[in-house]
């Protein structure tokens, strides 16, 4: 880790950007952050992805591997704004990453491969930024390949992301002869001779002049159908003037009405430059956002991003390194100094912020103060977790962290050593308070210290952090997958009745339960458990009804079939009845709990695999053995299409049947088949439904 001391003065809200660039495997978001890099000046020398040479991916294993695994946040100006970028994964195993940084972005450069257009992760991070109410631009990359097409680019982002694309640029030449973009606000021509890092004004070149004023005329017309004040001015003038149009484009983009669509290729240098005028133009500010939510004793508050108000801030990263804690912070209200005291408003400990770091990847600039807007790393908290607020010790909130998904891959670890046994328990706790999406368990039966996450990637990339970081030997089991329970048929008027006489107060608690399958209406991932009471006449009081929810919340952590969490239950508590004396919150929440087991194991259950959507990119010879092989792994074909010369299968396949699929699919394509998954919930596993009863 490099750092220097720098005195830098406190950028005004209104010139601060804090921004993602999403986007699939591949399609260019590292070496789009790397030129924005070069391009500011923050580099002097273009960093190449397949070089090992970017700024961003400098964990040794990105580097390895040629992906980004590990948000890294990066510092730049431009136009005398500050923009704070965080380059996020592509890949499905890190998908939480790009959760966690998503969380604390305040807007997101989207980038599309101008071949394969959107591709499955494209589509999930853009889910995940639909979650977060995270304005995006959008960046059609790679322009100069074979095959790139911009308006094939931008019908599917139409088509697959639902969401309304306003093209703002027309690309200069095709594949190798692309140099340049007409910039249809200002009716110029952007051109970038070969070798030269910035572009050339011009006019727009004759053999584009009718087709640029065409796609200005269908830009006005999409943005008056969406604006109200463009509307008016086009009713009345038939056209827009640049200032309307871009006012209109900056509200649609702030509001998700509609997206800017730029284009050209990161990894020629052609088009960076428009694209960082137009993050300064349309992404919002921190001041532009609304004021951020927080609890505190219950009582929602909001805080806005004033630098004079009380601090809050969330950790939404933490690298646990052998030299010490690096947290990283939003600063999203008020003024934190060096060598303050905060205070972590989950666990109520104070910690002592001892240096404050503007972050460039892996080196890091020493500053005295971060203010609202910021995004910062601090050394000195010594146990504040991701999702953690910190917040002045006088005036604390608790605001809501990032959602954690659950681990779906586990695998078994040991030391090869038996005296490292210890060295490697510690390892892996690091591990989890750097990724929250790993979990680190004993098994009651076998022993084995139990390691699960997102996916095998994601497994085996930590496995190789413990074996470089900590230089250990480690054993990995192979992986299994994380089972869920459901149910098929429920069962009505289960009785159970709990009585506890052992001296003293007793308990007592009766309770009669309905329980059935709970409908998804839809929505499989939400279907997880439903309660209601219909107990009449008040039998039951309202703190045990909540207390029997309880019970039946914790009844649904190991089902009947073989132990694992049970999902998609909707239990009603239809009757009961309490004792003056021996009744309890304890009484009912037990009564809950083993009424509940009573009625699963009395219930037909099914065993849930989780299962995921494959797309397989192979060429057209190598379709007719892909397409067997995904048969035999129990995969469902549900569509193949051409692109680009080459055939793109999407299939639903079983997770536990992917394991080592990378390796089978080089070996019957010759290498030159390539693979994506994303994640779509759980399925039946076959030849396991069964009555318990």
């Known amino acids: 880790m490099r750092t220097h001391q720098h005195r830098s003065p406190v950028a005004a809200l209104d010139t601060v950007r804090n921004l993602g660039i999403l986007a699939h495997v591949d399609a260019g978001k590292t070496t789009v952050t790397e030129r924005i890099l070069f391009t500011t000046g923050t580099t002097h020398k273009r960093g190449e992805v397949h070089d090992g040479t970017t700024i961003t991916d400098f964990d040794s294993q990105e580097r390895d591997r040629g992906i980004t695994i590990f948000?890294?946040?990066?510092?730049?100006?431009?136009?005398?704004?500050?923009?704070?970028?965080?380059?996020?994964?592509?890949?499905?195993?890190?998908?939480?990453?790009?959760?966690?940084?998503?969380?604390?972005?305040?807007?997101?450069?989207?980038?599309f491969d101008a071949v394969a257009g959107v591709e499955p992760q494209s589509e999930s991070v853009w889910h995940q930024a639909d979650r977060h109410s995270v304005p995006r631009i959008a960046f059609v990359n790679k322009l100069d390949r074979a095959g790139a097409d911009l308006?094939?680019?931008?019908?599917?982002?139409?088509?697959?992301?639902?969401?309304?694309?306003?093209?703002?640029?027309?690309?200069?030449?095709?594949?190798?002869?692309?140099?340049?973009?007409?910039?249809?606000?200002?009716?110029?021509?952007?051109?970038?001779?070969?070798?030269?890092?910035?572009?050339?004004?011009?006019?727009?070149?004759?053999?584009?002049?009718?087709?640029?004023?065409?796609r200005r005329r269908q830009l006005e017309e999409a943005v008056a159908e969406l604006h109200p004040v463009a509307l008016e001015e086009f009713c009345v003038r038939s056209a827009l003037s640049e200032e309307t149009l871009a006012g209109a484009l900056r509200d649609l983009t702030r509001t998700g009405e509609g997206v800017v669509v730029l284009c050209g290729s990161a990894y020629r240098n052609r088009g960076v430059e428009p694209l960082l005028e137009a993050v300064v133009a349309y992404l919002p500010s921190p001041a532009d956002v609304p004021p951020v939510r927080g609890v505190l004793d219950g009582a929602e508050q909001e805080r806005a991003a004033d630098p004079a108000g009380p601090f809050a801030a969330l950790a939404f990263k933490v690298n646990a390194t052998a030299t010490g804690r690096l947290t990283?912070?939003?600063?999203?209200s008020g003024t934190l100094g060096k060598g303050e005291t905060v205070l972590d408003a989950g666990t109520r400990r104070s910690e002592r912020v001892g240096r404050i770091l503007r972050v460039q990847a892996d080196r890091h600039v020493d500053v005295d103060t971060a203010v609202a807007g910021d995004i910062v790393a601090v050394i000195g908290p010594k146990t504040v977790r991701p999702g953690a607020t910190l917040c002045a010790p006088d005036a604390p909130l608790v605001l809501e962290p990032p959602s954690v998904a659950e681990p779906v891959v586990s695998v078994a670890v040991e030391a090869k050593r038996s005296t490292d046994t210890e060295r490697l328990m510690a390892a892996l706790v690091r591990l989890a308070e750097e990724d929250p999406s790993l979990v680190v368990r004993t098994d009651p039966e076998t022993g084995q210290t139990v390691l699960?996450?997102?996916?095998?990637?994601?497994?085996?990339?930590?496995?190789?952090?413990?074996?470089?970081?900590?230089?250990?030997?480690?054993?990995?089991?192979?992986?299994?997958?994380?089972?869920?329970?459901?149910?098929?048929?429920?069962?009505?008027?289960?009785?159970?009745?709990?009585v506890k006489q052992d001296g003293g107060a007793g308990q007592f608690a009766h309770v009669v339960i309905d329980v059935e399958p709970l409908?998804?209406?839809?929505?499989?991932?939400?279907?997880?458990?439903?309660?209601?009471?219909?107990?009449?006449?008040?039998?039951?009081?309202?703190?045990?009804?909540?207390?029997?929810?309880a019970g039946c919340r914790d009844a649904l952590a190991e089902g009947p079939l073989g132990g694992h969490p049970v999902t998609g239950v909707r239990v009603t508590l239809t009757d009961g009845a309490t004792h003056p004396k021996d009744s309890s919150e304890m009484a009912f929440r037990t009564a809950g709990r083993f009424a509940l087991r009573e009625a699963l194991r009395a219930s037909a259950m099914v065993l849930l695999e989780p299962v995921v959507e494959v797309t397989v990119t192979v060429p057209g010879d190598a379709v007719g053995g892909v397409l067997g092989d995904l048969a035999a792994r129990r995969g469902r074909v549900s569509g193949s299409t051409t692109r680009g010369g080459a055939a793109v299968v999407t299939a639903t396949v079983p997770l536990a049947e992917l394991f080592g699929y990378a390796t089978r699919l080089r070996s019957r394509t010759q290498g030159r088949g390539t693979f994506t998954t994303r994640a779509t919930g759980y399925a039946p596993a076959p030849a396991v439904t069964a009555s318990t009863g």
């Open 328 to 332: 990283y912070l939003r600063v999203y």
């Open 519 to 549: 409908d998804a209406g839809g929505e499989e991932e939400a279907a997880e458990f439903a309660f209601r009471s219909a107990v009449v006449g008040g039998r039951v009081p309202q703190e045990y009804v909540r207390a029997v929810e």
């Open 71 to 111: 948000a890294a946040a990066v510092s730049c100006t431009w136009a005398g704004h500050r923009v704070n970028l965080i380059d996020t994964p592509g890949h499905v195993d890190f998908a939480d990453e790009v959760e966690r940084s998503l969380r604390v972005l305040d807007g997101a450069i989207a980038v």
């Open 151 to 214: 308006d094939t680019a931008v019908a599917s982002i139409r088509e697959r992301l639902h969401t309304v694309p306003l093209v703002v640029q027309l690309p200069i030449g095709r594949e190798d002869a692309f140099r340049g973009v007409v910039d249809l606000l200002r009716m110029r021509a952007l051109v970038w001779a070969d070798g030269a890092d910035t572009y050339e004004e011009a006019e727009v070149p004759g053999e584009l002049r009718q087709e640029a004023v065409l």
């Open 452 to 498: 699960s996450g997102m996916g095998e990637l994601h497994l085996e990339v930590a496995a190789e952090k413990i074996r470089r970081d900590h230089g250990l030997d480690v054993r990995v089991g192979r992986p299994q997958v994380a089972h869920r329970e459901t149910l098929v048929r429920g069962v009505s008027g289960l009785v159970y009745r709990h």
